[in-house]
């Protein structure tokens, strides 16, 4: 499928969600687990504002959480706060093939055990030909082991005119 953002999201209501006492608090990623998303994403410049999501022991977490041979494109974020084990990124956690152009994450905080992004937790080729522009990441992202990185936590793909300005702390 493929999907048109039609306007301004502000997602920060998604704090609320799921309320203290439960393990996981916030958003639910699209595409958690075993399934894929498939189809393309345009956010027509469109924002995104205040996403949360806390699973601090799920892997693969980010608006979508699993991709592939899926595109994304112009695409603004901003105030993220996510939190989970491994890949995480504010717009995906793993896109394998993934075409990503002209996303951006304005502010945020991105936070994992190991393979974080500012934007994404990882982009790698499977059959396709996956590839990184136009894009930015301001938001600040931490790991407690490695692979952390302001735009992406680790990246096999082509990478052009793209840049990230936020806080990086990792360990390795």
Same mark, same amino acid.
């Given at each position: 499928?493929?999907?048109?953002?039609?306007?301004?999201?502000?997602?920060?209501?998604?704090?609320?969600?799921?309320?203290?006492?439960?393990?996981?608090?916030?958003?639910?990623?699209?595409?958690?687990?075993?399934?894929?998303?498939?189809?393309?994403?345009?956010?027509?410049?469109?924002?995104?504002?205040?996403?949360?999501?806390?699973?601090?022991?799920?892997?693969?977490?980010?608006?979508?959480?699993?991709?592939?041979?899926?595109?994304?494109?112009?695409?603004?974020?901003?105030?993220?706060?996510?939190?989970?084990?491994?890949?995480?990124?504010?717009?995906?956690?793993?896109?394998?093939?993934?075409?990503?152009?002209?996303?951006?994450?304005?502010?945020?905080?991105?936070? =994992?055990?190991?393979?974080?992004?500012? $934007?994404?937790?990882?982009? &790698?080729?499977?059959? %396709?030909?996956? *590839?990184?522009? /136009?894009?930015?990441?301001?938001?600040?992202?931490?790991?407690?082991?490695?692979?952390?990185? =302001?735009?992406?936590?680790?990246?096999? $793909?082509?990478?052009?005119? &793209?840049?990230?300005? %936020?806080?990086? *702390?990792?360990? /390795?």
């Amino acid at each position: 499928k493929d999907y048109n953002q039609m306007g301004d999201i502000d997602a920060s209501e998604t704090a609320t969600w799921n309320p203290s006492g439960e393990e996981f608090r916030g958003f639910m990623p699209i595409t958690i687990s075993s399934s894929n998303f498939q189809g393309s994403y345009n956010g027509q410049g469109y924002s995104i504002k205040g996403l949360y999501i806390n699973r601090p022991t799920n892997n693969s977490v980010g608006l979508f959480g699993q991709s592939y041979g899926a595109t994304f494109s112009n695409i603004v974020m901003e105030d993220v706060n996510i939190t989970c084990k491994t890949f995480v990124g504010a717009l995906v956690a793993i896109g394998i093939d993934a075409v990503v152009d002209n996303v951006h994450v304005l502010s945020g905080s991105i936070q =994992g055990y190991s393979i974080a992004g500012g $934007a994404i937790g990882t982009i &790698s080729p499977n059959v %396709g030909s996956p *590839s990184l522009s /136009n894009s930015s990441s301001a938001a600040s992202v931490t790991t407690t082991q490695n692979y952390a990185g =302001g735009l992406a936590g680790t990246v096999w $793909a082509p990478i052009s005119q &793209s840049y990230a300005t %936020g806080n990086v *702390s990792g360990k /390795n």
